[in-house]
Nanobody, 116 residues
Framework: QVQLVESGGDLVQPGGSLRLSCAAS????????MRWFRQAPGNQRELVAS???????NYADSVKGRFTISRDTAKNTVYLQMNSLKPEDTAVYYC??????????WGQGTQVTVSS
């Protein structure tokens, strides 16, 4: 298992940027996937971005070209850089660490609100 703590959520105007952080309680180098999900009111939780143990990244179509997932293994931290934010990006953003067949750990979430 791993404990995850997200931070960086805020109120931002459309077109603005935010960087979310996910701090892990231990090394993330052996975790198969570190992922960011989001959940808007009334919607299901959706996968936004992932980074594999080997560094391969994937993104939801809705955020491609605007969001970037990265990691700093020395700091046991995963980031989500969000640019050109839209009102439809408003959601609670959750960090997830997945070791296939072993555990799936979640953070408590951080609120991102995009509004003028």
């Amino acid at each position: 298992q791993v404990q995850l703590v997200e931070s960086g959520g805020d109120l931002v105007q459309p077109g603005g940027s935010l960087r979310l952080s996910c701090a892990a309680s231990r090394s993330i180098v052996s975790i198969d996937y570190m992922r960011w999900f989001r959940q808007a009111p009334g919607n299901q939780r959706e996968l936004v971005a992932s980074i594999s143990r080997g560094g391969i990244t994937n993104y939801a179509d809705s955020v491609k070209g605007r969001f970037t997932i990265s990691r700093d293994t020395a700091k046991n931290t995963v980031y989500l850089q969000m640019n050109s934010l839209k009102p439809e990006d408003t959601a609670v953003y959750y960090c997830n660490g997945l070791s296939t067949g072993v555990f799936s750990s979640w953070g408590q979430g951080t609120q991102v609100t995009v509004s003028s």
